[in-house]
């Protein structure tokens, strides 16, 4: 299911910065939507995340203690927030706008910077754009900051620190290719740094994410994202995962945030959203997500989403390729 909402969400990477620091500096980033028009164009939504390379700094979402990072800890923000990296945890600032408005197309941007003293930081940052309209159930099931560490049992080692390995080496070659190889890394990065919090996540959560490990909510997604275009009902649906409707219509709300017809809708939404970008004709896109008729689907279309599909397809399609 995290593979299918990854791929209906249409995720674009970037590594953006190479901070090469030395004692003391402070570096504090503004909230994720001022600047995504300017660092990942025609994103709905921006997602920062920093590795720390070499040496230690702290991080901190504004409002939040301050997290000790070390060598080889990621911390990730993905509601957007604002935050702050610095070489001392009462450090403070504000952040420079100046800093995202490229003066080259050249990726990442290498920055050096600091008060000269002899503790140096590298940290690389990344961003990744995705859609958050009409349905992106990751994005409200993820907190304020995620931190994995470099050590312990949620070490961001093995195919993490091969991307970060990877990622690093690539961005101090002047090689042909190296901004799309950088991006992919960025995109990589965040997929295994969701997986590596879903394992790492205490039992005894709620919400999508917590949903996926849960063995009754778990099985009824799989079964709605294996076949969203099945005729499904609740009796059915609890059917295929052998309990009773109403051990699943509990279970399924109090874990997911919505009964389960209500989550095929909107999921439905999603995947008809993506087919419409793609050029498909609404009747097409209705068939292929489980309605009988296309009047039918556009009704369910605007009450959820807001708008006709039409409408919708001409507000979201990017204007190079928006034949209106």
Same mark, same amino acid.
């Given at each position: ?49 920093? =590795? ?8 901190? &979402?504004?409002?939040? %203690? %301050? ?27 504000? %952040? ?113 994410? &917590? ?36 051990? =699943? ?14 989550? =095929? ?11 419409? =970008? ?7 896109? &209705?068939? &292929? ?36």
């Amino acid at each position: 299911m995290l593979s299918d909402v990854l791929r209906s969400v249409r995720l674009s990477g970037a590594v953006y910065f190479d901070f090469e620091l030395s004692a003391p500096w402070v570096a504090a980033a503004p909230p994720s939507r001022e600047i995504a028009a300017i660092v990942m164009p025609g994103a709905q939504r921006v997602i920062e995340y920093h =590795l720390v390379a070499r040496g230690a700094c702290w991080g901190h &979402a504004v409002g939040e %203690p %301050p997290i000790r990072l070390k060598e080889g800890d990621l911390i990730l923000f993905p509601q957007g927030d604002a935050h702050v990296l610095s070489s001392a945890p009462d450090l403070r600032g504000q %952040p420079d706008m100046s800093l995202f408005v490229r003066s080259t197309t050249r990726l990442p941007l290498v920055i050096e910077g600091g008060g000269g003293g002899p503790d140096h930081t590298r940290i690389v940052c990344c961003f990744l754009g995705c859609d958050e309209r009409p349905f992106n159930p990751l994005l409200t099931a993820l907190p304020q900051t995620i931190h994995l560490s470099g050590a312990g049992q949620d070490a961001p080692s093995g195919w993490l620190g091969t991307l970060l390995h990877i990622a690093l080496r690539e961005s101090g070659l002047a090689r042909a290719g190296r901004d799309n190889i950088l991006a992919r890394m960025s995109e990589l990065m965040f997929v295994e740094t969701i997986r590596r919090y879903i394992e790492t996540m205490p039992s005894g959560q709620i919400g999508w994410l &917590a949903g996926l490990r849960d063995p009754i909510v778990g099985q009824a997604l799989a079964e709605l994202h294996g076949q969203p275009a099945l005729a499904w009902t609740v009796e059915s649906l609890a059917r295929a995962v052998a309990v009773s409707r109403s051990v =699943l219509a509990d279970r399924f709300a109090e874990m997911v945030g919505h009964p389960p017809m209500q989550y =095929l809708a909107l999921w439905r939404m999603q995947l008809a959203s993506r087919r419409l =970008l793609e050029g498909e004709p609404v009747a097409a896109v &209705a068939a &292929a997500v489980g309605y009988e008729s296309e009047a039918a689907f556009s009704r369910a279309f605007k009450k959820l989403v807001g708008d006709s599909p039409a409408t919708w397809r001409r507000a979201n399609v990017p204007r190079e390729h928006n034949p209106s």
